[in-house]
């Protein structure tokens, strides 16, 4: 890798690192210490909130955040604004098929879910260009393979992108 790129890289651990430590110490993420994983993938630093039996971030079916989902994604706003990378936001879902609404299922409720968990990062500070990307994956990626209805499977997922990464998206 190039200079540009190690730099890169070297910015994306020290953000890992600061994030781990809100996550660790500020009150926001007292109760939600293991629905967050931190981790740097090829496109750049992820970061899944998770659900958890009894404490999911939305209600079943719902695209509506919780007051709790809300304040751990204004809680992580509160650092991504300070880093110049733009972002990607995706929504998962598990595999359950989702049957309430006609026309409505997994793939729709898995972008209303990432266009929520935006909606909340832009109110507090993330600018609206700073976003490259919002998705939804229905249950495309699951977390866990092995059992494709867990909770963990249904998740949103915030990239601090690499500047290759965003340039891609740019390019598509």
């Given amino acids: 890798a ?5 730099q890169e890289l070297l910015k994306l651990e020290a953000l890992k690192k600061d994030l781990q430590k809100l996550v660790k110490t500020s009150d926001v993420f007292t109760d939600f210490k293991e629905q967050v994983y931190i981790d740097i993938t090829p496109s750049g630093l992820r970061i899944q909130i998770v659900d958890k039996d009894k404490r999911p971030m939305f209600d079943s079916g719902s695209a509506e955040l919780k007051y709790y989902s809300k304040r751990i994604l ?6 991504l604004v300070q880093v110049p990378n733009k972002l990607s936001i ?15 299922g997994n793939w729709e409720l898995s972008s209303d879910r990432a266009n929520a968990a935006r909606r909340v990062l832009n109110l507090s ?6 976003i490259a990307r919002v998705e ?3 249950s495309s990626i699951l977390f866990n393979k092995k059992d494709p209805y ?14 290759s990464a965003a340039d891609d998206i740019e390019k598509q």
């Fill in 2 to 6: 190039d200079l540009a790129e190690r």
């Fill in 74 to 79: 204004r809680g992580l706003a509160s650092v």
């Fill in 90 to 104: 995706t929504g998962h879902t598990d595999a359950k098929p989702f049957i309430e609404i006609e026309n409505y």
């Fill in 125 to 130: 500070g993330v600018k609206e260009n700073k």
């Fill in 136 to 138: 939804g994956f229905s």
């Fill in 150 to 163: 867990a909770p963990i499977n249904r998740r949103i997922a915030i990239i601090v992108l690499k500047q």
